[in-house]
């Protein structure tokens, strides 16, 4: 199982990377917000075609994903999916800004490929009870775990 879960780590990690460097389109190491408005309508609109109603495995190939009871909130995560694809697909400014800024750990009004990297592996990381409070905290919470959903689902489809 802990040979399993490195395994599924760095996998993740490795395409996280990949995704990045693929919508770093300037090679600067940073991501624009020009640049991560392309990343997350092309998520957003990958998934949505891809799986119509949003809905995963109870635990999306994580492990430590399955609720502490044993049963999965696939539903309300489901939901979530649905209805905030539309949304994802119609960021502003100041949303795309307030991404940034949430990745951004060091402060310097960029999103760089580390804090990229951190921030959806832990996200990635998150139960199932988990990814339902941090989405129902406000809007742009549940935009930015509909981000992190999409993602961990367009990784799964690669590595398949």
């Known amino acids: 199982l802990v040979l399993r879960s490195h395994l599924l780590l760095t996998t993740r990690k490795k395409e996280l990377g990949y995704i990045f460097d693929a919508y770093d389109q300037d090679g600067n190491g940073s991501m624009s917000s020009n640049e991560l408005e392309i990343l997350l309508n092309d998520i957003a609109r990958k998934t949505a075609t891809a799986n119509g109603n949003g809905s995963g495995s109870a635990s999306d190939g994580n492990p430590q994903a399955d609720d502490d009871d044993g049963m999965a909130t696939v539903q309300g995560r489901g939901q979530n999916s649905n209805n905030n694809n539309n949304n994802n697909s119609q960021m502003t400014s100041d949303d795309l800004n307030m991404f940034i800024a949430s990745m951004d750990s ?55």
């Open 106 to 160: 060091n402060g310097d009004g960029k999103l760089g490929k580390d804090e990229f990297l951190d921030y959806c592996m832990r996200g990635m990381n998150m139960g199932n009870k988990q990814r339902q409070a941090f989405s129902q905290r406000s809007a742009m919470h549940a935009k930015l775990q509909l981000f992190i959903t999409n993602i961990l689902k367009r990784i799964e489809e690669t590595t398949r």
